[in-house]
Structures are given as C-alpha cells and as structure tokens.
C-alpha cells in the first residue's frame, strides 16, 4: 500500500545505449560494402579470382589461428612449467617466452578477420598481422583497460549499484521502512498454506 506517492501509468523506459543504436547499423553498413566490393571484383577480374581470393584467404586465416593457437598453448605450459617448478613469475622470465604471447589475441583476430569471406576483413586482418600494428593497439587497448578500471575503483561496488538505481529504475519504488522485531515469536508458526 503507497500512500501520497503518485504511481506513473507510463513507466520510465531506459535510454538504449549507443552500442546497440549503432553496432547493427554498422554491421549492415560492413556487408552491404563487402558485398559490393565482391561485385566490383567479379566483374573486373572474374569470378574464379574472386572464389581464389576467398578460399586463399581461408586457408591463410586458419594457418595464422592456428599458429597463435600454438603460441598461447605453449606459453601456458611454459608458466605452468615455471610455477610448479617454484621459480617466482616476477623474478624469472625465461628467453624465449618474453615476448611470444604478446600479440597472440590481435594475431588471432586477424586470422579470424583473414577467414571471414570479404575483402575488406581480409585487408582488416592482414593490418592486424603487422607487428608494429599489434604493439600499438596493444599498448592503446591497455592504457583504456587501466583508465576504466581506475574510473570504476573510485568507489564500491555497492556505490555502482545504486548510482545504476538511482539512474536507471526498474518497477515501482515504494519508500518506506522495515520493523522488525529481534525476538523470534512465541509458539508455533502459523502454517504457510493461506
């Protein structure tokens, strides 16, 4: 029961966030291009070429995932290797490991970019491929990883929660307060069936 709050007929509706406003139209936008340049390709070097430059692409693709796959695997072993044998992961870094899993995920993007059918995921994965391309993103990628976590430990997680509240209300909120009493009642419970 609420009494001298006046309940909305129209609930408030959450703003919809700009990544699922646009990344649809995007991803329309991405096939629509990759489609046509498939067309403007066909007609100016063939069909066969266009299926070679697909399956090469492919198979090129698969090669690239599969050898960072490789890479990420015996990286693993190796740090499992160093930490059952009790060397201390800050103290040691062995030779060959330093720098070998550092552009794994951006390799295998590019793998799986260079296996999507299209020449403008094609041309996407191939930058990908670039070392000195992968150090970049990569370092970009860490320093917002860090900015974000800096901005989100600023307060609790509980402060997270409730300034989503605050902002962005599920249902009908009733003020009010809870009584309660510290002693159990006395006697039986009454049976929970009505």
Known sequence: MTTG??????????????????LPLGVAAWLVLEIWLLTV???????????????????????????????????????LQQQQGGVAAAGVESASGSGKSEGNGFLMLGGLLLMLPGLV??????????PPVQRALGRYTERTFERKIREASSGSLGDAFQQA?????????????????????AGPYPPLDH
């Not at 509240?165 to 002693?183: L, T």
Request: no cysteine; net charge positive; glycine share 12%.
């Open 5 to 22: 709050v006046p309940s909305s007929t129209h609930p408030a509706r959450p703003r919809r966030s700009r990544l699922r406003t646009f």
């Open 121 to 130: 995921s094609d041309a996407v994965g191939l930058v990908l491929l670039i």
């Open 165 to 185: 509240r605050i902002h962005r209300p599920d249902g009908k909120v009733v003020p009010g307060e809870v009584i309660r009493d510290d002693a159990p009642p």
């Open 41 to 79: 390709v066909a007609g100016a070097a063939g069909g066969f070429t266009v299926f070679l430059l697909l399956v090469a692409g492919f198979l090129g693709g698969s090669a690239v995932v599969k050898r960072a796959g490789r890479r990420a695997f015996r990286a693993l072993s190796e740090t």
